[in-house]
């Protein structure tokens, strides 16, 4: 859900990443949906493009991990979703410039990616080790 979600962003023209930079491809934003100190550029990195495979190769991945684990440890689908999202997301926040709200220089949600990535992983060595 959470791949083909991230193809609003590409219908509102959001969640693009910086400039492509002398390049000819990438993804064009209108003029009013750029931010003002980058409205000298047309073509972007397509994040949500990036995104929406990298999610969709997590689903492919979670789906074998869900197959192979089943009933014998219960949960480690979710903590393997939660550490590999916040990794994808880590790395997209790090190229997008859309991003709303920060601390200091760093965008929240790769704080709350990295917070996630630790509780995801301590998740996943509590289930394993509960057997």
């Known amino acids: 859900g959470q791949s083909i979600g991230r193809w609003g962003n590409y219908f509102n023209s959001e969640a693009y990443g910086i400039p492509v930079g002398g390049q000819n491809w990438g993804l064009y934003i209108p003029q009013e949906h750029r931010m003002a100190e980058f409205s000298q550029f047309d073509l972007f990195h397509p994040a949500f493009l990036?995104?929406?495979?990298?999610?969709?190769?997590?689903?492919?991945?979670?789906?074998?991990?869900?197959?192979?684990?089943?009933?014998?440890?219960?949960g480690l689908t979710f903590f393997s979703y939660l550490t590999i999202y916040a990794?994808?997301?880590?790395?997209?926040?790090?190229?997008?410039?859309?991003?709303?709200?920060?601390v200091?220089?760093?965008?929240?949600?790769?704080?709350?990616s990295a917070v996630l990535f630790v509780a995801g992983i301590a998740g996943i060595i509590f289930i394993i080790n509960k057997k």
Request: aromatic share 16%.
């Open 87 to 102: 990794v994808i997301r880590f790395f997209i926040e790090r190229i997008r410039i859309d991003s709303a709200l920060f």
């Open 50 to 74: 990036y995104e929406s495979i990298l999610d969709f190769t997590a689903f492919i991945l979670l789906t074998f991990v869900l197959l192979k684990t089943g009933e014998k440890y219960k």
């Open 104 to 112: 200091g220089s760093i965008p929240i949600a790769q704080i709350v």
